[in-house]
């Protein structure tokens, strides 16, 4: 059955194994399941192990609604006010944006 969730997934781990240059079986030692099993994964099957999941999110140090839901944590994240930035006067746009993948930091 495929679902939004297992098209997320198959979408977001495919694209970490493309970024990280990581093969089907690579992918299958770390969550410790069958390369058949990556395989469905990276094609929509939605993942019935949450368990192995799990253990591949930690292997690739990726937060695990990250890898499922594509769904970045904003943790440690200090909030601050452009009133305390001394140079700020007037209109601006904040645009942020990833330039450096995060497993390359």
């Known amino acids: ?18 970024i990280r240059n990581l093969r089907i079986q690579d992918v299958a030692e770390m969550a410790q399941v069958s390369k058949s099993v990556v395989h469905a994964w990276t094609t929509g099957t ?6 192995a999941v799990r253990r591949l999110s930690d292997a690739l140090q990726i937060p695990f609604s990250e890898l499922v839901f594509g769904e970045t944590e904003l943790v440690g994240i200090e ?5 305390d930035v001394p140079f700020f006067d007037g209109y601006c746009r904040l645009r942020i944006e990833r330039v450096i993948p995060k497993n390359k930091l």
């Open 79 to 83: 909030m601050m006010s452009v009133d």
């Open 46 to 51: 939605s993942p019935r192990d949450l368990l």
């Open 1 to 18: 059955m495929t679902t939004k969730t297992s098209i997320s997934f198959g979408k977001n781990l495919s694209k970490v194994m493309k």
